[in-house]
């Protein structure tokens, strides 16, 4: 028993710092970035819902939604990194994104090009924050760089995937797609408020 209390003793102190958030790739903090974005479901989901409805709605849409939340999102992980936002309060704005763009993939919703920058800024700004706060310290400039570079991709892949198909089922499944989303969202959006519910008024202040 004494031998085995001191060898887990030594493997305790022999234990080095380990990165919860960041994903360590070994090839440097570019390609950890993008690694962090691609591995975080929160991150992936309202973008994910963003170019499937700007892919519905024509190469247009998809091209300044692309560039807008692309550029939105690189602000907001520099302004994450010295903002983080609180828990829930990420959780709610997560939830609330899906659900949104969830609804509009799956109605289909015509809108102005207007509506589409702005909602493409909003959704960059604040997922991009949130990734970062996520990341913390470790998520430097160039992780924000590989990141952005992975944003850019699902993005421009996803709705570039959609918008040539004429086919109405194919259409049909894509708003299926945004409907699940939507549900993930309202789902989500359950659990942080019971999450809330459950924490001091103090939190809060």
């Known amino acids: 028993m004494r031998r085995t209390a001191v060898c887990a003793a030594a493997l305790l102190l022999a234990v080095s710092p380990a990165g919860a958030h960041l994903v360590s790739t070994g ?22 819902g963003l170019a499937l409805w700007t892919g519905l709605r024509g190469p247009d849409h998809g091209r300044w939604a ?12 520099v302004l994450g990194l010295a903002l983080a936002p609180p828990g829930v309060a990420a959780s709610l704005s997560t939830a609330a994104m899906c659900l949104i763009l969830g609804i509009l993939a799956a109605a289909d919703f015509e809108a102005p090009i207007v509506l589409t920058v702005v909602l493409a800024a909003l959704i960059g700004l604040l997922d991009g924050a949130m990734s970062a706060a996520a990341a913390g310290t470790a998520a430097g400039l160039a992780a924000i760089v590989g990141s952005s570079a992975a944003v850019f991709a699902l993005m421009a892949l996803t709705a570039s995937s959609i918008v040539p198909l004429r086919l109405l089922w194919l259409r049909i499944a894509v708003r299926v797609t945004g409907s699940w989303l939507a549900a993930l969202g ?12 459950h924490l001091p008024w103090a939190a809060f202040r």
């Open 27 to 48: 090839m440097g903090p570019v390609y950890d970035g993008m690694s962090h974005f691609l591995l975080s479901p929160p991150s992936l989901a309202p973008l994910l």
């Open 66 to 77: 692309l560039f807008t939340a692309t550029g939105a999102w690189s602000c907001g992980s």
């Open 186 to 197: 309202l789902l989500l959006m359950g659990w942080a408020i019971r999450a809330r519910a």
